[in-house]
Nanobody, 122 residues
């Protein structure tokens, strides 16, 4: 079973940037994704990338601001977050999908990290 560990979260002002990393314990050949959850809200899809890094998909509210990428040689997936807004505040989770196509539904992911906190102040 793949173990996922997120890092890179923190406190930033609105308009700032953060780069999240997700390190896997072994080689990952499946689609990977990022989700987030704020207090009192359901977990929501943020971004996904297929195994080769050639296909990506984002939720509408982060398009043009967030970029997902992966380095399979380093067993790491990244989420570059620019122009952060207070509504981006949440715990961000890295996950591995069951298959290797881009997926936006949490039900299609079978391994999850423990999360990293992102707080954006105004």
């Amino acid at each position: 079973q793949v173990q996922l560990v997120e890092s890179g979260g923190g406190l930033v002002q609105a308009g700032g940037s953060l780069r999240l990393s997700c390190a896997a314990s072994g080689r990952t050949f499946s689609t990977m994704g990022w989700f987030r959850q704020a207090p009192g809200k359901e977990r929501e899809f943020v971004a996904t990338v297929n195994w080769s890094g050639t296909n990506t998909q984002y939720r509408d509210s982060v398009k043009g601001r967030f970029t997902i990428a992966r380095d399979n040689a380093k067993n790491t997936v990244y989420l570059q977050m620019n122009s952060l807004k207070p509504e981006d505040t949440a715990t961000y989770y890295c996950a591995r999908a069951i298959g290797f196509l881009v997926q936006t539904a949490s039900e299609q992911y079978d391994n999850w990290g423990q999360g990293t906190q992102v707080t954006v102040s105004s």
